[in-house]
């Protein structure tokens, strides 16, 4: 005969099965860090291409007219913002997802990047996103002059406007959830 566990006892074979189960589902959490170094790869990409864009607009100022200086410049914006973007995403991913990021040797660290929840994370992203949303149909309505096209300018700012509508929707989702999401003092 068998011995069974007395009753309100677990079976020990069975805790052993679910720790180790357990164990792997904690440990394919860093199934995500090659995401996150994808990411990185990425941002060196954007780099190059904000290099060559820079290049582009330094050899052309000379005879750019100011409507082509500030679209340049918009343009090198947009490209900045989408690299913030990314690094949001890197540094607050690995954070919330992966593993803690210790700061301690690096007295230069921002403060936010180890410091931002998964609900601060989607703030920062949108708030990201509408701002980059903002530059196209800025660059757009800069260019009106030398290509206008209602529907083009119609779909960018409906976009645009579908963007604030979530941020402003997420942000007062969290605040009436009582959530303070890597805000100041936190």
């Excluded at 690299?83 to 990021?101: D, P």
């Excluded at 230069?108 to 410091?115: C, H, L, Q, R, S």
Aim: proline share 5%; net charge negative.
């Amino acid at each position: 005969m068998t011995e069974q566990p007395a009753p309100g006892r677990p079976d020990p074979n069975l805790k052993r099965v679910e720790r180790g189960f357990e164990g792997l589902i904690f440990n394919s959490r860093w199934l995500m860090a090659p995401f996150y170094f994808g990411l990185v790869v990425s941002l060196a990409v954007l780099l190059y291409k904000f290099v060559v864009l820079l290049a582009e607009f330094v050899l052309h100022v000379p005879h750019a007219k100011e409507a082509d200086i500030i679209l340049g410049v918009l343009s090198l914006i947009d490209v900045c913002l989408t690299g913030n973007l990314i690094l949001i995403v890197v540094f607050s991913g690995y954070e919330n997802f992966v593993s803690r990021i210790d700061p301690a040797g690096h007295p230069d660290w921002p403060e936010w990047m180890t410091k931002v929840d998964f609900g601060g994370l989607k703030q920062k992203l949108l708030s990201s996103i509408v701002a980059i949303s903002a530059i196209q149909v800025l660059k757009a309505f800069m260019n009106i002059d030398v290509v206008f096209d209602a529907q083009k300018l119609g779909w960018l700012v409906g976009i645009h406007l579908v963007f604030v509508l979530s941020t402003l929707l997420l942000a007062l989702s969290d605040r009436w959830s009582g959530g303070d999401h890597g805000g100041p003092g936190r």
